[in-house]
């Protein structure tokens, strides 16, 4: 399986300061076809999964603009460029190149 | 808007079986796959397995093969997940998703997601 190592495990963010969450992959997740399958994901307290970035740096209609993913190969990072207080919860990474799709562990972030 | 209402929690012994329904709406059930995930308490999510829309086919991940069974009724929109042999580890919140992949071995992706269903494995 290909294991998701987030860093760090939390952050604590001063609204309209700016969060950076690290993801790293077991094995490239480039697949054959051209495309990286590198997903971020949010949940928010008491609520499900919702999707924020698919395709590394591709953002779902709706989300604010001021998230951003990045990286390529097996080193990925979330950018949230101004963080405000709805911006709570515990992302995710989640890859599916390969199954079984597999997701980090997730990090936590607060704001101070 | 898209909707994915899932059914309410349940309570089982160790060795019992659950089902969990996912009932669609907002979308044309036939044309994306459901993914079933599940969550247990302080960890990320675990990927469980797929099922087309349109037909049969599924694909469960390895851990969950011979327990596990994905099930759909195209007549109401609905998906449904079985899960048998149930152990106190099984204890965890199960999630449908819809899959915007429209692909069968690789690239799946998830979005919306139900509310989620708390089940309990307990004796």
């Known amino acids: 399986d290909i294991v998701m190592t987030q860093t760090p495990l939390s952050l604590s963010v001063t609204p309209g300061q700016p969060a950076s969450i690290s993801c790293k992959s077991s094995?490239?997740?480039?697949?054959?076809?051209?495309?990286?399958?590198l997903y971020w994901y949010l949940q928010k307290p008491g609520q499900s999964p919702q999707l924020l970035i698919y395709?590394?740096?591709k953002q779902l209609s709706g989300v604010p603009d001021r998230f951003s993913g990045s990286g390529s190969g097996t080193d990925f990072t979330l950018e949230i460029s101004r963080v405000e207080a709805e911006d709570v919860g515990v992302y995710y990474c989640m890859q599916s190149k390969q199954l079984p799709v597999t997701f980090g562990g997730g990090t936590k972030v607060e704001i101070k | 808007q898209i909707e994915l209402v899932q059914s309410g929690a349940e309570v089982r012994k160790p060795g019992a079986s659950v089902k969990v329904s996912c009932q669609t709406s907002g979308y044309i059930f036939s044309n994306y796959a459901i993914a079933w995930l599940r969550q247990a308490p302080g960890q990320g999510p675990e990927w469980m397995g797929w099922?087309?829309?349109?037909?049969?086919?599924?694909n469960y991940a390895q851990k969950f093969r011979g327990r596990i069974i994905m099930t759909t009724d195209t007549s109401t929109s609905t998906a449904y997940m079985e899960l048998r042999s149930l152990r106190s580890d099984d204890t965890a919140v199960y999630y449908c998703?819809?899959?915007?992949?429209?692909?069968?071995?690789?690239?799946?992706?998830?979005?919306?997601w139900g509310q989620g269903t708390l089940v309990t494995v307990s004796s």
């Open positions: 395709e590394v740096y």
């Open positions: 099922i087309s829309g349109h037909n049969t086919n599924t």
């Open positions: 998703a819809r899959d915007l992949s429209g692909s069968y071995y690789f690239g799946y992706w998830f979005d919306p």
């Open positions: 094995q490239s997740l480039l697949h054959g076809d051209g495309k990286t399958y």
